[in-house]
């Protein structure tokens, strides 16, 4: 399906966690993070999303998942 020439998308959000190290990787499922785990959780959407475009695509937002 196309919108205004663009590929519409599933409206997933790019999901991103953060370990301790520092070091970021994108996440297909998060079912597998333990809620104990997570030291904090950001959404950033439109043109903030955008910092992390190198991990995927940005369009519906990005989760990013801090570990403790």
Same mark, same amino acid.
């Given at each position: #399906?196309?919108?205004?020439?663009?590929?519409?998308? /599933?409206?997933?959000? !790019?999901?991103? *966690?953060?370990?301790? /190290?520092?070091?970021?990787?994108? *996440? /297909?499922? #998060? @079912?597998? #993070?333990?809620?104990? @785990?997570?030291?904090?959780?950001? *959404?950033?959407?439109?043109?903030?999303?955008?910092?992390?475009?190198?991990?995927?695509?940005?369009?519906?937002? *990005?989760?990013?998942?801090? !570990?403790?």
């Amino acid at each position: #399906i196309k919108v205004r020439g663009e590929k519409k998308t /599933d409206g997933a959000p !790019l999901y991103l *966690v953060k370990s301790s /190290d520092g070091n970021i990787k994108k *996440v /297909d499922n #998060i @079912d597998s #993070i333990s809620p104990n @785990d997570i030291k904090t959780m950001n *959404v950033y959407k439109g043109n903030k999303g955008e910092q992390f475009k190198e991990y995927g695509n940005t369009t519906n937002g *990005v989760i990013l998942i801090e !570990l403790k």
